[in-house]
């Protein structure tokens, strides 16, 4: 089209013809990061394939490491256990996913005008997307609901609420708050940019036709903003499936495996078991699982935006 | 022109970013010049990877010494226990040498002997001249610690503190209940002490104790249970035996006195029992020995001068009752200055650095429970626990922690590489017990089958 | 319908719409900010009023906890820096090229290299662990400056190049493409128009990766050891098997979770602006 005529009308500057120099720089730009991110990412993958083909117990030399196929992934895969924590992992993704899409939304909405200390509050809020994920953890299990010391379980005693454990009787809710607090700045942010992309004409336009609030946030903000939930919910779910140090540190997979994801599994099967094999197959699992639930994300989203 | 200042503004911060990372190009090159210089026989440099209890902190402050008697610079990575023990897993068995020394428990000691991981130390020992070997008295050290911490009559490692179990428990609430505990009690007799106190004053309960899933932490106070109600992991045949009517038993006790025991529990470990026993929320509390000179210490407990030290309770056996552990210090097989390292070792396990840790810090604070001496040459044996501490150590024997004889040596753990995995497994069981999600019948059958599986993994069960 | 009274109506019920919509602020950043505001709080107190209850809101302060706390700070601060520091820069003049290519020139490859890209880091890092570890092992890199910079610039990159293509896609072409038949080169016309242009986005992605890389524990924790053991695993190391020091504990989360909160606070309206220009559809 356009840019094919233009360089090839073009006196001075590429002598080669346009398509080929093109590509060339095309090829220069991109390879450079397609070829390290490769080397750094797909030798080490490749590794952990081979691995979850061997019985291999690091703290058992004697054993040797031996070929066992696929028996690893038909150890796991029949295990009960194995899909309560899969369902666990899509559990937690979604509840923080769901918290996140609505309490940003909110934020969002608050801020999208102009108030008193508006950059001070903004900024408060944003904080938590910052804070390390075992710190997170820590404020969790020590600072607000430790049974003994707990501020939110002394708040919960004061109005007569005697044995209050959350970390203990609703692990799962309480991960998923904790990668929710984490993870609603972004998504705040993010809609709050889709918000104020929103032209003012159609704003005034709408109220001209005599819209009351509810219903320009029905057909004009929401529309606009769903490819910005889009972006966010993709990037938020790739890092949500794998969360580890909050659970690590706030509530150790526990009661039982109740708040275990699979992330947390790999890791007890790779460092506290030490049996590699085993953890690199649940780590093949764990991908694979990944990019189902991202493609079907990414289709499911695509659609939804084409829509609208 | 709009774009070009703003463009500016942007190559700016970019600049600073590559100035960064020039400055950081350099700094790499620096360290990296001065390692070819630097290193070598004894003397140099030694890293050390270490729990950051207090003990060990406190040595890090006294390096100086060290460093004045063998011109050894130490450094330290301080990791709590379980990043720990997988870090140092890590490296040993991928022989990465990143370390020194290690420190490990009695746990793994001999089971990374057996893998060769670690470095035979009676050759460092034949090396000392007669003075020093007087001097440094290795017969001094503890021979349950001597024992435990040898593989096939070899030593692999030196104390650098030990502990046992043990019950302490408020004077004065027990005063104010009118009941006194007996030096030798039973698991009975603590269960309706536990009763009469939980609540005898605003906030306090009966009892501390350790909840928390893992091996090394509700585990090791359950498994003095199982041994002394009569139970066990595995017969001689590694069949195992944790469908018995005695394991049921040490559950039940366990859960019942877990009534009476401190809200949440499920997450309480030793430091958060600590902290409970210190700030006066618990009137009694079972966990090692170690205890006992952090909460008689006015400056971070509340209860200090109300604490009273009995033995570890019993009920069928008193096989396995108190459970034995130790911090100790071995060298890396990989290791690059194992001369140095073992310099290190001897300096931070001699007498003369307990009494420096006494003199310049306070003997309350000396690393307990690995020389006799310590208890007989110096004032800390004149502390009011420290008699049921070197009794309980000297009396705990790995060897045969159970009622009937077993193929596996250990009091609060089997020393087998997978135990760690089995134990985590069933520490998670256990809590689920605890909090009322599984009966201990479900307890048993599930706790079986991973026992079950780990023997026929392992190879331990011929069939 | 009369003027004047209606009208007044209305400004009042927006104005208390207003007031509502504020206190609900407040309230969010109590909530949300409230925690963290008490961690900061708590290390200013001394050991014992640290896990009082009530909790103290008034309480003689002191510096103790942030003077022990300084102590052990500074090295794996200068370690973080330069880590953190080196592989953003490197994710950056990596990933901004690579965006810039497949976003302005056409190839049917362009979406399902991006998505490539995003697949990258699907595979759990727990299950990378031990290849990984053998691999540097194998190059005797462990503990060196430059293994955290190369797991951190594969972690990174892939966000640099997706983000910056979302940005990109939404550049002008026209403008980009009469510049190429005006004969400016390539370098030029990224250096002067291309990055101009979504410096916001840019600097909201740097911010992106230096908070992703300053947090990661695992990986930190795994392939360091002394000499170049990051900030974040001294946090970690700051827990205690003996002891809580909770006091202590928090002052010194405090001092690492400084830098990326400033960083964060200073680039949080990048973010926001480079999104708002349209880029996202």
Not at chain 1, 109 to 128: E, S, Y
Not at chain 1, 181 to 207: D, H, K, S, T, Y
Not at chain 2, 371 to 378: A, G, K, L, V
Not at chain 3, 23 to 51: D, H, N, Q, R
Request: charge should be negative.
């Amino acid at each position: 089209m356009v840019s094919g005529q233009a360089a090839q009308s073009s006196g001075q500057g590429k002598t080669q013809a346009a398509p080929t120099s093109r590509g060339r720089q095309r090829r220069m730009l991109l390879y450079p990061a397609l070829v390290i991110v490769a080397i750094i990412t797909q030798i080490p993958f490749v590794f952990t394939v081979y691995l979850s083909f061997l019985n291999w117990n690091l703290t058992r030399p004697d054993l040797g490491r031996t070929f066992t196929g696929l028996g690893n992934y038909v150890l796991e895969l029949s295990t009960a256990e194995f899909w309560t924590i899969l369902l666990q992992t899509l559990a937690i993704t979604a509840m923080a996913l769901a918290m996140c899409c609505l309490i940003g939304l909110g934020l969002a909405l608050l801020l999208n005008r102009d108030f008193f200390a508006k950059g001070l509050i903004q900024t408060l809020l944003v904080t938590p997307f910052f804070i390390m994920p075992v710190v997170t953890g820590l404020i969790w299990k020590n600072e607000l609901f430790s049974p003994n010391f707990g501020i939110i379980t002394w708040m919960a005693g004061l109005i007569g609420f005697d044995g209050f454990n959350p970390m203990a009787q609703q692990p799962l809710i309480m991960v998923s708050t904790m990668v929710a607090w984490e993870w609603e700045p972004l998504f705040m942010l993010v809609l709050l940019a889709g918000l104020q992309a929103i032209p003012e004409e159609e704003r005034e336009a709408a109220q001209l036709d005599g819209c009351n609030r509810f219903m320009v946030f029905r057909y004009i903000e929401l529309p606009h903003l769903l490819p910005y939930y889009r972006m966010v919910i993709l990037l938020g779910t790739i890092f949500i499936l794998q969360v580890f140090g909050e659970i690590y540190v706030g509530t150790a997979g526990g009661p039982g495996t109740s708040s275990m994801n699979l992330q947390y599994l790999t890791y007890e099967e790779a460092l506290v078991g030490t049996q590699v094999g085993l953890a690199s197959a649940i780590g093949v699992i764990t991908l694979i699982l990944t990019l189902i639930v991202l493609t079907s994300l990414l289709r499911i989203m695509n659609a939804v935006v084409k829509e609208a | 022109m709009e774009d070009m200042k703003t463009g500016l503004r942007k190559i700016r911060r970019r600049d600073f970013l590559k100035l960064g990372g020039m400055v950081a190009a350099g700094s790499v090159a620096a360290p990296w010049l001065a390692g070819c210089g630097g290193g070598g026989a004894a003397g140099g440099q030694v890293t050390i990877a270490a729990v950051n209890n207090p003990q060990m902190e406190d040595m890090e402050g006294l390096l100086g010494d060290l460093k004045k008697k063998t011109d050894i610079t130490a450094k330290f990575q301080f990791l709590p226990e379980n990043d720990l023990r997988q870090r140092v897993t890590q490296d040993v068995s991928l022989n990465a040498g990143n370390f020194d020394i290690v420190m490990v428990g009695a746990y793994e000691t001999p089971i990374w002997a057996q893998s060769n991981w670690l470095e035979p130390l009676d050759p460092f020992f034949e090396q000392m001249s007669e003075k020093e070997r007087s001097a440094y008295d290795l017969d001094d050290i503890l021979q349950t610690w001597r024992t435990s911490l040898s593989y096939e009559d070899q030593l692999y490692a030196i104390p650098f503190y030990g502990e046992s179990s043990s019950l302490i428990y408020r004077t004065d609430l027990f005063e104010k209940a009118g009941i006194e505990m007996p030096e030798r009690p039973t698991w009975e007799q603590v269960t309706g002490f536990a009763e009469e106190l939980d609540g005898i004053e605003d906030g306090v309960s009966g009892i501390a104790m350790r909840g928390l899933p893992g091996w090394g932490a509700n585990m090791a106070p359950f498994d003095t249970f199982v041994n002394t109600y009569g139970g066990s992991w595995y017969n001689l045949n590694w069949e195992p035996q944790l469908t018995t009517p005695e394991f049921r038993d040490a559950i039940v006790a366990y859960a019942n006195l877990a009534e009476f025991a401190q809200p949440g529990i499920t997450s309480d470990n030793f430091p958060e029992c600590l902290t409970l026993f210190s700030s006066g929320k618990a009137a009694m509390w079972y966990d090692a020995t170690v205890a006992g000179g952090l909460v008689s210490d006015p400056k971070a407990s509340e209860v200090a001068d109300q604490v009273g030290f009995a033995y570890a309770p019993t009920a069928v056996t008193p096989n396995g009752s108190h459970w034995l552990w130790c911090w100790s210090l071995g060298i890396e097989a990989a290791s690059k200055n194992k001369e140095g390292a073992f310099e290190f070792l001897k300096w931070s396990t001699s007498k003369d650095y307990i009494n420096l840790v006494g003199k310049k810090l306070g003997y309350n604070r000396v690393p307990p429970g690995t020389r006799r001496s310590t208890y007989e040459d110096t004032p800390y044996g004149k502390l009011p626990w420290t008699e049921v501490e070197l009794t309980s150590i000297e009396t705990a024997d790995p060897e045969n922690p159970t009622r009937d004889p077993v193929p596996y040596t250990g009091i609060q753990f089997i020393t087998i590489p997978e135990w760690q995995a089995l134990g985590d497994s069933v520490g998670r069981l256990l809590a689920s017990v605890l909090i009322g999600d599984m009966t201990p019948e479900e307890m048993q059958q599930r706790a079986q089958a991973e026992a079950l599986q780990v023997a026929k993994q392992g190879k331990y069960l011929k069939n | 319908m009369s003027s004047v009274p209606a009208s007044s109506e209305k400004r009042r019920s927006i104005r208390w719409s207003h007031y509502l919509q504020n206190v609900l602020l407040y309230l969010a950043v109590v909530v949300i900010f409230g925690p963290i505001f008490w961690l900061i709080l708590t290390g200013f107190k001394e050991s014992a009023a640290a896990y009082a209850l009530p909790p103290q809101i008034l309480f003689t302060p002191t510096l103790e906890q942030y003077a022990a706390a300084m102590s052990d700070f500074w090295a794996p601060f200068l370690h973080s820096v330069i880590i953190v520091g080196v592989s953003t820069v490197i994710c950056l003049l990596l990933g901004v090229p690579a965006a810039f290519a497949l976003s302005f020139y056409h190839a049917n490859t362009n979406e399902s290299i991006v998505f490539w890209f995003i697949t990258t880091k699907a595979l759990p890092q727990v299950a990378v662990l031990v290849p990984l570890f053998v691999i540097f092992r194998t190059l005797q890199l462990l503990d060196t400056v430059w293994v955290l910079i190369i797991v951190f610039v594969g972690m990174n990159t892939p966000i640099v190049v997706w983000m910056m293509y979302q940005f990109m896609k939404d550049l002008p072409r026209e403008i980009l493409e009469a510049a190429q038949v005006d004969g400016v080169k390539l370098s030029q016309m990224l250096l002067q128009i291309v990055i101009p242009l979504t410096r916001a986005g840019i600097a909201s992605t740097a911010m992106l990766c230096v908070i992703f890389a300053w947090n990661e524990f695992l990986f930190s924790v795994s392939f360091t050891s002394i000499a170049w053991q990051p900030l974040s695993v001294e946090v970690a190391a700051q827990q205690t098997s003996r002891g809580q020091f909770w006091a202590e504990l928090s002052a010194f989360t405090t001092l690492a979770i400084i830098v990326p909160v400033i960083v964060g606070w200073l680039t949080q309206k990048q973010l926001v602006r480079g999104l708002t220009s349209g880029a996202v559809k």
